[in-house]
């Protein structure tokens, strides 16, 4: 299974739950997103736990990042 983008829906709902202000989410079939906030900073969220950390360095950039972040 590929990486899949959060719906608008699980977005507002992860954003509520970790406090970030999201621009993007993804899963990639488990039970831990990938987040990048509106300031382009990398997370992870686990569904489970609702544990959730910075992924600095983040591990991989999406081409979403490329289309909301241009510089």
């Known amino acids: 299974m590929g990486t899949q983008p959060l719906s608008d829906r699980t977005v507002r709902r992860v954003s ?3 406090g970030l202000v999201l621009a993007f989410g993804a899963a ?3 039970y831990t997103y990938s987040l990048v906030t509106v300031d382009h ?3 992870w969220y686990d569904l ?3 544990d959730w950390g910075w992924d600095d360095p983040p591990r991989s950039h999406f081409t979403t990042c490329r289309q909301l972040f241009p510089q």
């Open 16 to 18: 509520r739950n970790t």
């Open 41 to 43: 900073r990398h997370a």
């Open 48 to 50: 489970k736990s609702g």
């Open 28 to 30: 990639h079939g488990g």
